[in-house]
């Protein structure tokens, strides 16, 4: 790492002296704290952010499809039951990754929340 960070000083991309934590203390273990269970979780909410996201959209476009008449009777009852079911699902999986429903309402800054 130390040779990275000369070569980034010597670029200007770091001012002198920046070295990172790890390298002004060599007395500490060269070992990354990792917790496991803080992985998975966040691969899971991350996963299921996405399908809830990928859900909405569905719900949406059922909505305008509904709107403008392409669907019948029936596929529209298949479509409202499907659509009920996913999120039953939907509610399971956060449930058993621990998450709340607000877990799955990414910030993204200047563009509001995701859902």
Do not use: C, Y
């Not at 920046?18 to 060599?26: A, C, H, I």
């Not at 996405?50 to 909505?63: F, G, N, Y």
């Amino acid at each position: 790492m130390s040779d990275f960070t000369r070569i980034m000083e010597s670029d200007g991309w770091l001012p002198p002296g920046n070295l990172s934590r790890l390298e002004q203390d060599k007395d500490t273990t060269n070992r990354l704290n990792l917790n496991a269970e803080k992985v998975k979780n966040g691969l899971g909410q991350l996963v299921l952010t996405v399908i809830k996201l990928l859900h909405e959209l569905l719900e949406r476009q059922s909505l305008r499809r509904i709107d403008v008449g392409e669907l019948s009777e029936e596929q529209i009852e298949r479509l409202g039951t499907t659509l009920m079911q996913q999120t039953r699902e939907i509610d399971k999986l956060r449930i058993a990754l621990g998450l709340e429903e607000e877990d799955l309402n990414l910030d993204l800054g200047p563009l509001g929340r995701l859902l």
